[in-house]
């Protein structure tokens, strides 16, 4: 299985601020990577496919980038409904999650 | 609107089997791969298979693939999973969720509410 390796496990931000998660591919998914958002107690949430695409409705501030095995999410102004935990996910062979990031109010 | 919902909370024994149902509506039932997830408690999420409700095709994780089954009733736009041979690590949150279109991108933007499944004696 393609192991993703996500970092932080968490991370402490005040509101406004840029935050920016990493996944790390075990091999080349190409862009085969979505984020996801997470609420306790809820189902995710889809914010970015293939790698950089923008789910219709997310606000712009989120975005994605990356290729191979390096990606990256970004929130730019967090805002106070941004505290959650993100997951990232290859759907290259077959699919599988980062462990997630908590991102909590600093 | 689009809508997964999900059948309820489940106890079982180790051992016992579990038959999660996933009703859905708002969308073309046939169209769309439905996806199968899980998340122990603290845990992050685990992708278990999928399976496409026109023809009934399946495509499970390894790691499931000989204690998972997958099936759907056209008639109800219900999808099944059936997990065999219940362990306590079993134990989670199981989702449904719906595949966002009709290309490979295992990209799921709908999702149901999810079901705790308890694996304890």
């Known amino acids: 299985d393609i192991q993703m390796t996500q970092s932080p496990a968490s991370l402490s931000a005040s509101v406004g601020d840029r935050v920016t998660i990493s996944c790390q591919a075990s091999q080349d998914i190409s862009n085969f990577l979505n984020w996801y958002q997470q609420m306790p107690g809820k189902a995710p949430k889809l914010l970015i496919y293939d790698a950089s695409h923008l789910e219709t409705g997310v606000p712009s501030r989120f975005s994605g980038s990356g290729s191979g095995t390096e990606f990256t999410f970004t929130i730019n102004n967090l805002q106070p409904e941004d505290f959650a935990t993100y997951f990232c996910?290859?759907?290259?062979?077959?699919?599988?999650f980062g462990g997630g990031t908590k991102v909590e109010i600093k | 609107q689009v809508l997964l919902v999900q059948s309820g909370a489940e106890v079982k024994r180790p051992g016992a089997s579990v038959k999660i149902s996933c009703k859905t509506s708002g969308y073309s039932f046939t169209t769309y791969y439905v996806h199968w997830l899980r998340q122990a408690p603290g845990q992050g999420l685990e992708w278990m298979g999928l399976i496409h409700p026109f023809h009934g095709k399946t495509d499970y994780a390894q790691k499931f693939q000989d204690r998972v089954t997958m099936t759907r009733d056209t008639s109800t736009s219900t999808v099944y999973m059936e997990l065999s041979s219940l362990r306590s690590d079993d134990t989670a949150v199981y989702y449904c969720?719906?595949?966002?279109?009709?290309?490979?991108?295992?990209?799921?933007?709908?999702w149901g509410q999810g079901v705790l499944v308890t694996v304890s004696s």
């Open positions: 996910q290859q759907y290259d062979d077959p699919s599988t």
């Open positions: 969720a719906k595949h966002r279109d009709v290309s490979m991108v295992y990209a799921l933007d709908y």
